[in-house]
Every structure is written in C-alpha cells, then in structure tokens.
C-alpha cells in the first residue's frame, strides 16, 4: 500500500524518518517536501564528478575512488555524455514494514538529465548516494538545495523477516558520497 502524506509527516516528526523534514511542498526553485503520496528530497552542496583515469574497463566489484574529483558549491556542471555522484541533504531512517521506490524530478528529465536511487530497504538509514547522468552533448547545471527526486513509501501487510539493517548492507548509515564497494 502507498504511503499517504499524513503518514509520511507523522513518520517525519514522531520518527525522524527524514532529517530534515519539509511539512509541505516547498515550490521556490525546483520544489521540494511532502507531496500526496510522497516526498521530493533535495541535493545537497556535496558532489563526486566523473573524470576517468587511465584506459580499461569499469569494474563496480574494484572501483577506485580516484575517477572522481570532489566538488562543493551550490550549482554544479554535469560534463556532457558523463555523471557525477550527489548526496540527498535529507537523511533518511526507513521503517522495518516500509520500501521505497525513487524517481528523479521530472524537470531534470525534460532537459536530459536521470537520477538512478535504488530503493531504500527497510531499515536502511543514511544519506542517499545518487547517480545523475547527463545524457546531452552540453553540460547541464543542477542545483543545491532544490529538488532532485521524489520517493514513494510503500508499506507491506507484515514486517520482513531480514532486514537491511539485520544483513549489516554495507551502504547503511553512510554519511559521505559512497562510491561502489563492490563486494560485501
């Protein structure tokens, strides 16, 4: 069953389930908040850029950190055909019996740009790590503190029997941009 934006605001306060929390749809720049049957998060100031080193091939089970420049500001440029990786500025605490589903804002997607977030399992908590493509021949600006994705809330009849948390994922509680870990 999806989540309904009471439950989401009642999660919010009673829970801390997002940190910090918008009570309402927040329509300056791209919007952010609670939304019917969701929530738009934003982008934070933090932001790994793509800048491949070296020949070879990708491997996400060996990945090195060194394919990244670090970059902090409130507009950042996506390189044309590249990525870079984003954090959430919310933190997140998901409920055992909760799932979620993450879709980028469909303003970013008009102008060539995906958000890929996996699901956040139940009882996983953290920042979110986003993966945001550019997918044109320009470079595309996004913005800090804006809108970059929604989440629907999904709610199961009964609680999982492993949790995210109970399989010690190694993506829990992250507090920095996570680059791939590979194995584990």
Request: charged letters at 25%; proline letters at 5%.
């Amino acid at each position: 069953m999806v989540k309904s934006d009471k439950w989401i605001q009642k999660m919010a306060n009673e829970r801390k389930m997002i940190e910090p929390f918008a009570n309402e749809q927040i329509r300056h720049g791209i919007s952010f908040g609670v939304s019917s049957y969701g929530y738009d998060f934003r982008l934070s100031r933090k932001f790994k850029i793509f800048e491949p080193q070296g020949t070879g091939v990708l491997d996400p089970k060996d990945f090195a950190h060194i394919h990244f420049r670090d970059f902090e500001g409130d507009v950042c440029e996506i390189p044309p055909n590249s990525y870079l990786l984003g954090q959430s500025l919310e933190y997140f605490r998901i409920p055992r019996d909760v799932i979620t589903i993450c879709y980028g804002k469909s303003t970013y997607a008009r102008c060539g740009v995906h958000v890929n977030v996996t699901p956040f399992e139940p009882e996983w908590e953290g920042f979110a790590t986003l993966s945001i493509i550019n997918g044109t021949k320009l470079p595309v600006r996004i913005y800090a503190d804006e809108g970059i994705g929604q989440i629907i809330f999904l709610g199961a009849d009964e609680l999982c029997e492993v949790s995210y948390a109970d399989k010690k994922g190694k993506y829990q509680a992250q507090k920095d941009i996570t680059v791939a870990k590979g194995k584990g």
